[in-house]
């Protein structure tokens, strides 16, 4: 069975179906869906015209996991190539004894394989945001000076929007012979620290595949994903013989034990291996999109709840 699941995907979706329909594989599938969203100005959470970190530079994370041999690649903090997804899909697959690269050398990593560059990857309108929000944490509205000395506890305190912080893609899909695969791609959470990575690029956080039992796809608080090591865990419950439904709301109860400050909530999307689809948050109101090999186009699908509390500061917030 066709199938693919994916929150934030709408505008790859149909061409990722349209690969498997061809005969290509999930992981292609997977890549060709995420490459659309990375190319879309309109999207600021996910490759090209994304909302930077506090310093106004824009760094890209991402995953992509192969669920026949559980081979993964990563980048994380990359920057000035925006398909982030493709770059480390050939950290996966060039002969190369890692899995996860950072900062300067997926950049260089990039440039070896000869990943499209667009250096200006924060645009005017994306500089003008940045700019409105660092404004926003002085009483005069002026804006921090910005050096290499600057403290910027005070400011990512501040400036941290969860408003900003949706957007994330991701991809599951399982083609035509039952292979799985499954990506993530996002520049993060807005006015993030610089060097901060999130849950997208890290196998078994933010995204897990497994044919053997399913895939799990994680938006939202990164560093409580990380923490819990969710998609891993749901695909583990899977394992142990739940049901999807079960695996899934375990996957997301356990994120109820991180002690400590929270916003932003959780999300996520999983496939089994019979192609059977959910996706969870801890906030009412979200969808994900799926869509089948016998569908012309999408669907869009209600997210079931689990709520987690939420706390900020030592307070408890909506
Ligand atoms: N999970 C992403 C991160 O923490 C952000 C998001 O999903 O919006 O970087």
Redesign the pocket.
């Given at each position: 069975m066709l199938i693919i699941a994916s929150s934030n995907g709408a505008i790859g979706i149909e061409a990722a179906m349209r690969a498997l329909l061809k005969g290509g594989s999930a992981l292609d599938a997977v890549e060709i869906g995420i490459r659309l969203v990375e190319a879309n100005p309109d999207e600021h959470?996910v490759g090209y015209n994304g909302y930077p970190n506090i310093v106004g530079e824009l760094e890209l994370?991402a995953s992509i996991m192969d669920g026949r041999s559980l081979n993964s690649g990563a980048v994380a903090l990359m920057r000035g190539f925006p398909y982030a997804i493709s770059v480390a899909r050939q950290v996966m697959e060039r002969e190369l004894p890692h899995v996860l690269l950072a900062g300067q050398g997926a950049e260089r990593f990039a440039r070896e394989i000869g990943a499209e560059q667009r250096e200006e990857t924060l645009t005017e309108e994306i500089r003008a945001v940045w700019r409105k929000r660092l404004a926003s944490t002085k009483e005069s509205g002026d804006i921090p000076d910005l050096t290499d000395e600057t403290p910027l506890l005070d400011l990512v305190k501040l400036t941290t929007d969860p408003e900003r912080?949706?957007?994330?893609v991701n991809f599951i899909a399982i083609d035509s012979v039952g292979d799985i695969a499954s990506g993530v791609s996002?520049s993060?959470?807005a006015w993030k620290y610089p060097g901060r990575i999130?849950?997208?690029p890290i196998i078994g956080a933010?995204n897990f595949a497994d044919n053997r039992y399913g895939a799990c796809a994680?938006?939202?608080?990164?560093?409580m994903?990380i923490r819990a090591g969710t998609a891993r865990s749901l695909v583990l419950y899977l394992k142990m013989g739940l049901s999807l439904q079960e695996a899934a709301r375990r996957a997301m109860e356990d994120l109820r034990d991180l002690a400590g400050d929270y916003i932003g909530g959780m999300n996520l999307i999983a496939l089994n291996k019979d192609g059977q689809r959910i996706g969870l948050s801890s906030r009412a109101g979200g969808s994900y999109i799926y869509q089948t090999g016998d569908m012309d186009s999408y669907q869009e699908c209600e997210r079931e709840v689990v709520t987690i509390p939420m706390r900020w500061g030592g307070e408890a917030r909506e």
């Open positions: 959470s994370d912080v949706l957007g994330t996002t993060g959470w999130g849950d997208s933010g994680c938006t939202g608080m990164g560093e994903a």
